[in-house]
């Protein structure tokens, strides 16, 4: 058999593979949906739980995982996964609706360090898009800066030239913009600073150790930002600002 047959062959068989892989994907993703709509949650939440094993990962699938988490009350397992899903969608208002929903049956409360408005403001522009649509942005913003650099450097007239540059810096400075926002998301989405309680009660102490001073009580479903880990302990900051030693075994990273 010479070396452009066997090629052949084995693309061949690897196309099979995978199509058969995306058919066991699809039943599967069908079922689990079918499930979920006759109630039965637990019985989806496995299938949606084989196809995320099988290396398939999508913010439609950690919201379906979510949602049966949150049917079956298991109510940190549910915002963990809604965390997930919005680190692929920050746009998703439904998945954020369900996430607050699903943070009210939690048992900590805790008040957030106010944020600068104009921060927000930047946040929620950022979110209008995603990540892929806001390269395309900046993309095209380049494409027109490039372009009204050459009418400014080849333009008929004076007053073409000089509208040309002042166009051209608009663009330029809006292309830094929105790639400043494609690049966050990204950042987001590869982020593993933060993690959820996955045990009924956790104790934060002072010290990476049993024998630290207690300084107090999280509970499940509460959402930690990572600052450093030391051995099997994790030195955590609340949203409050708040910080202290966990066991790492009690958290589960986003």
Request: hydrophobic share 45%.
């Amino acid at each position: 058999m010479n070396r452009s047959v066997f090629c052949i062959l084995l693309f061949t068989l690897v196309f099979s593979y995978q199509t058969g892989l995306s058919q066991e994907k699809d039943e599967k993703w069908d079922s689990a949906g079918s499930l979920y709509a006759q109630g039965r949650f637990e019985e989806a939440l496995e299938l949606y739980n084989s196809i995320a094993q099988d290396g398939y990962s999508s913010w439609q699938l950690f919201y379906n995982i979510a949602n049966c988490h949150f049917k079956t009350e298991n109510y940190g397992k549910s915002i963990l996964f809604y965390e997930r899903a919005i680190k692929l969608n920050p746009t998703g208002k439904d998945i954020r609706f369900n996430l607050d929903f699903a943070r009210q049956f939690t048992v900590d409360k805790i008040d957030s360090v106010p944020e600068f408005i104009f921060n927000t403001w930047i946040r929620d522009l950022n979110y209008k898009l995603n990540s892929d649509a806001w390269t395309i942005v900046s993309l095209l913003l380049l494409s027109f800066t490039a372009l009204f650099l050459l009418v400014f450097r080849y333009g008929p007239s004076p007053a073409s030239r000089k509208t040309a540059f002042f166009v051209a810096m608009v663009t330029a400075l809006l292309f830094v913009v929105t790639t400043y926002f494609a690049y966050s998301q990204r950042a987001f989405y590869h982020n593993k600073g933060e993690a959820v309680i996955m045990v009924p009660v956790s104790t934060v102490r002072n010290s990476p150790d049993n024998s630290g001073s207690t300084l107090f009580i999280l509970h499940e479903g509460t959402k930690v930002e990572l600052l450093e880990g030391l051995g099997n302990w994790k030195r955590v900051e609340l949203s409050d600002g708040r910080q202290g030693w966990i066991a790492a075994a009690d958290l589960e990273i986003i």
